[in-house]
């Protein structure tokens, strides 16, 4: 399972027993594409639904080719035929339940056939007995429950099954009314991470996310929908609205940006405020603060006419970040008190409150550290006095780990600014945030090279080029911090080693990664 832009640590103890191993989800129905985006205007390639696709085969009694290929991957014609006399040996309520577990895209637990398979025709009450039974004849168990779930049975259905059960499915006329369910249970799992990971469980928020994103994916893609595809706009927005934390957080801004696209391009009625901010917060993330502008416009507009109010307070927060990427310190500093006054005391959707301490902590850290520390201070008061309630925002307490590292540097105190930085580096690594991760690499070879560890330093920005090249696009450009920090720390070291050495440097701290350079003392 690909968590971000690399798998950190703890991602490669999860192991599926029979299910897919790693990989990370295509993109369904939408090429992945650099252009800058004309939000709301068509893009894409369509992909046809599973029942349409099914329709097109030959007959069952026809000659077959030796292989095919299903949901990327290769079917052959004899597993097929195996699918086939398994589902002929199965009674009526397992062949019904075969077919609506057809729909899954990925793997899934006894609650979610419930909610999603139960009806009339197989009630809830005997829907799980009738699972029980069907599990040796077309799933396989598999272990993907991250850290602190319950101990609970999951499944996975292997693609000769599902092959054989949609096709059933789509011929019993069912398919449309499952697909609905399907995108229901969806929108319910990305408010249940939502709620997650403003509740203070993030990691438990992502890793929930990162597992149902198969079916995720799926329920995002409006152009599957068995209906009108305007109709089930909403549902896709809504969904890829709810996980602005996975796209803006934890590495996988481009994917965020282009199903959040290819959903408002069909969408019937003008987007919601937060919509539009989420739209804007992707432009910023992806390096592009000119095309957030209007539609951070827009997203005022659309928060004043629903009267949206929480709304307001994210784009205020969002003003700070783009003044703050822009290197507009003051104006980022106001924007996030502005930020603070209009949020509630717990924000049910966004950026927390201990994220605008650590902004305005962030703008002032190197013009103003009196003000830096203070704010600081009011962040560590903020975040106590709801402890009881709410857990630790990491994304923030990450980005506060790097002002604190710009303070101790400020005081000459460079053991204490480096494991601040270090500190900031493994949290920005275990969310997933690329640009966090490279802000706080380079901040820690800076730290470095004051400290006479050259080499160190020039691996560190080896790594970061690396990971910059693999996330983002050639027209990235980082924020005017990192700038500022890169370009006093490659002053340093062309003084310090030839070009030969620096670049041999370089490609060293390329090959050994952030993961590991970020666990040298």
Known sequence: ????????????????????????????GMPVTEERPSWGAPVGEE??????????????????????????????ADQLAAAERGYDRCGPAERILWE???????????????????????????????????????LLPVDDL????????????????????????????????????????CVTLARRAADWWQSGRQLDARDLALRELPDLAAAMDPTTAPHARDDEAGTAVEIAVSLWFLWVVCGRVAEGRTRLRHALALLGGEPTARALWLA???????????????????????????????????LAHLRGSTALYQGRTRAAAEEFREALALME????????????????????????????????????????????RRGRDLHAEAWASIARAELAAWDGDLERAAEHARRALREHLRMGSAAGAAGAAELLAQVRVSAGRRDAAAHLLGAVDLLRTSVFDTSYRPAEFCVV????????????????????????????GLFALAGEA
């Open 47 to 76: 992909r046809p639904s599973w029942g349409a696709a099914a329709e097109e085969w030959p007959s069952w009694g026809a000659p077959v080719a030796e292989e095919r290929l299903l949901w990327g991957e290769p079917v052959s």
């Open 280 to 314: 804007a917060f992707l432009e910023l993330e992806s390096g592009r603060p000119e095309e957030a502008d209007p539609l951070l416009v827009r997203a005022w507009a659309a928060a004043v006419r629903d009267g949206d109010g929480g709304a307001l307070g994210l």
């Open 345 to 388: 005391e717990y924000p049910e959707f966004g950026p927390t409150r201990h994220a605008c301490w650590a902004g305005i902590a962030l703008a002032l850290c190197r013009t103003d550290p009196e003000a830096a520390q203070e704010a600081l201070d009011r962040a560590d008061l903020d975040r106590e006095s709801r402890w009881s």
């Open 146 to 185: 991250f850290a602190g779930e319950d101990d609970v049975p999951r499944y996975w259905m292997p693609h000769p099954m599902r092959a054989v059960g949609a096709r059933r499915l789509t011929e019993r006329g069912d398919r449309p009314d499952l697909l609905l369910r399907h995108r229901r249970w």
């Open 1 to 28: 399972m690909r968590m971000g832009f690399e798998d950190p640590p703890e991602a490669a103890e999860r192991t599926f027993r029979g299910g897919p191993a790693g990989g990370e989800p295509a993109l369904r």
């Open 485 to 512: 920090t890169r370009a006093r720390i490659e002053r340093a070291l062309r003084l310090l080693l030839g070009g030969r050495e620096l670049r041999y440097a370089y490609e060293e701290g390329a090959r050994r």
């Open 100 to 138: 609506r577990l057809s729909v899954f895209e990925g793997t899934f637990g006894r609650d979610a056939v419930l909610e999603v398979c139960a009806s009339w025709t197989l009630p809830p009450r005997t829907v799980l007995a009738v699972l029980d039974r069907l599990v040796p004849l077309a």
